[in-house]
């Protein structure tokens, strides 16, 4: 095995942290500002790129690995947790909003996942985080992620994020799935991954959820949010108060007199 092996343990329900236990000299990687809570012992360092064995090729190889993160939005480094203390010491990182975090064991699904740019949450050192460019022009162009996605490789244990409530389908082979693009949070690596046009002018000009469908075919697992990111910063951005005037209260009056009872004094 080429990741270190780590033990772990998810915490909460809307809001959930892990709790990661590294043995000595185990690393953990992490997002910048996923970080949480740490035991004595354990040593933070800020690293170029995702730690990966790729990284050990010398300069060159630090830089396309950090390339492939500036490609998928992310930073050029990630932080790495070492334990350096005699005994098994523990480390935690959180949810950045409401959700679940989902444990992929690479091993079971054939050391790939492929996931959204901004679902990356942790994994072991030895872990690979990458980009996974799209093949099919629609999906490239409508498929809401791009022609780049998210792909995890390696042998470990990784965590990604999802909004709201997770389902988990898992597709036979044939089987198809229609799933709305920013719903979709991840799926293994045999899941063939498609764009479909809505179809219906009534549906295409007022229907309200987009006009493509993501289409998935199996066999493979996915895994599908509820609560994408950008669909509830939408509806905050839709109800906060505009420049000179008031918030999307329900009647006015009674709006303005509940947020001076609460506090809210602002005019």
Do not use: W
């Not at 992490?30 to 995702?50: P, V």
């Amino acid at each position: 095995m080429q990741a270190h092996e780590i033990d772990y343990h998810i915490y909460g329900e809307e809001m959930q942290y892990v709790e990661i236990e590294l043995d000595p000299q185990e690393v953990v990687i992490a997002e910048a500002g996923s970080f949480m809570m740490m035991e004595n012992g354990i040593k933070m360092e800020t690293i170029f790129g995702d730690g990966s064995q790729e990284q050990q090729a010398g300069i060159f190889g630090k830089l396309l690995s950090a390339g492939k993160r500036v490609l998928t939005g992310e930073s050029l480094f990630m932080t790495a947790y070492q334990n350096l203390d005699m005994g098994k010491r523990k480390v935690s990182f959180a949810s950045p909003y409401p959700g679940k975090i989902v444990p992929i064991d690479l091993q079971q699904f054939g050391g790939k996942f492929i996931c959204q740019k901004d679902s990356f949450l942790c994994a072991a050192k030895g872990v690979s985080v990458g980009i996974e460019f799209s093949k099919k022009l629609g999906t490239g162009l409508f498929g809401g992620e791009g022609f780049i996605m998210q792909k995890i490789e390696g042998d470990g244990m990784a965590f990604v994020h999802s909004g709201g409530t997770l389902a988990r389908k898992e597709l036979q082979s044939g089987e198809l799935l229609r799933v709305d693009t920013g719903c979709l949070v991840g799926f293994t690596k045999d899941v063939d991954y498609d764009i479909e046009f809505v179809g219906g002018i009534k549906n295409t000009i007022f229907g309200g959820e987009g006009i493509f469908f993501a289409t998935l075919r199996g066999p493979g697992i996915v895994y599908i949010q509820s609560l994408p990111f950008t669909r509830l910063a939408d509806r905050i951005i839709a109800s906060a108060p505009k420049a000179g005037g008031s918030g999307r209260e329900e009647g006015s009056l009674l709006g303005g007199l509940g947020r001076m009872l609460d506090g809210d004094n602002r005019f």
